[in-house]
């Protein structure tokens, strides 16, 4: 299996909800990340988890809380959001983090909608 | 600070032509630098990268990058461009001592018949 698989594809949520994305990598990957990812910019690093420990928080608001349950799986949980949050969000899996030239594997993004 | 330039938001080629996506680097010391390719509403997918040794690198499906010190740049390459390359392409560079992928703008790549 070599796919980082992340779900839900599309979520729309109002300021109020609570939401969570989901990521799934079965590659033996030992680092995990979230992108955030606006219409025809790249992607910018919010969060790397390296050996299921949070490594790297890019100053990211409180209203966007990472969770690494085990080394296969990473979630990201919303709560009241802001219409700007709106955009794709990536999750990436590697190897190993600190270890000089990582290549990332992507998955396809979940594609976030707040009203 | 470590980071890449794409100084191309668009590039258009005809089917068959040659095609060079540029990327400049502004890196101190070695600099270790990549190729992303992202198709529409999907995640960004990895065509090669550049560590040490030769300046040549090929990669995935045809594409090959020159790594050029004296200029900074590590352009990406393909002989003869197909429609299904049209795309947006990223240049990226770990920084923060490894720690980062830090991306380009990105280039769109535009092939047609």
């Known amino acids: 299996d070599t796919e980082v698989t992340q779900t839900p594809k599309h979520l729309v949520m109002g300021m109020t909800n609570k939401k969570s994305l989901k990521c799934e990598q079965h590659m033996g990957h030992r680092a995990m990340y979230w992108y955030k990812q606006k219409a025809k910019k790249p992607p910018e690093l919010m969060f790397v988890y390296s050996y299921e420990k949070l490594s790297i928080n890019e100053s990211v608001p409180s209203r966007f809380s990472p969770e690494c349950p085990n080394s296969s799986l990473l979630n990201l949980h919303l709560h009241a959001l802001q219409p700007e949050d709106s955009a794709l969000y990536l999750c990436?899996?590697?190897?190993?983090?600190?270890?000089?030239?990582?290549?990332?594997?992507f998955g396809a993004g979940s594609r976030l909608t707040v009203l | 600070a470590q980071s890449v330039a794409q100084p191309e938001d668009q590039v258009n080629v005809a089917e068959g032509n040659p095609l060079t996506v540029k990327c400049t680097y502004s890196v101190s010391g070695n600099p270790y630098l990549f190729w992303y390719v992202q198709y529409p509403n999907r995640g960004l997918q990895f065509l090669l990268k550049y560590i040490t040794g030769d300046n040549l690198v090929k990669g995935s499906y045809g594409f090959e990058a020159e790594f050029n010190k004296s200029q900074t740049s590590f352009h990406l390459k393909k002989p003869s461009a197909l429609v299904s390359d049209s795309a947006l392409y990223f240049c990226?560079?770990?920084?923060?001592?490894?720690?980062?992928?830090?991306f380009g703008t990105g280039t769109q790549l535009k092939v047609e018949l």
């Open positions: 990436a899996s590697s190897q190993t983090h600190v270890s000089g030239a990582n290549v990332l594997t």
């Open positions: 990226a560079v770990l920084t923060g001592g490894g720690n980062k992928l830090t």
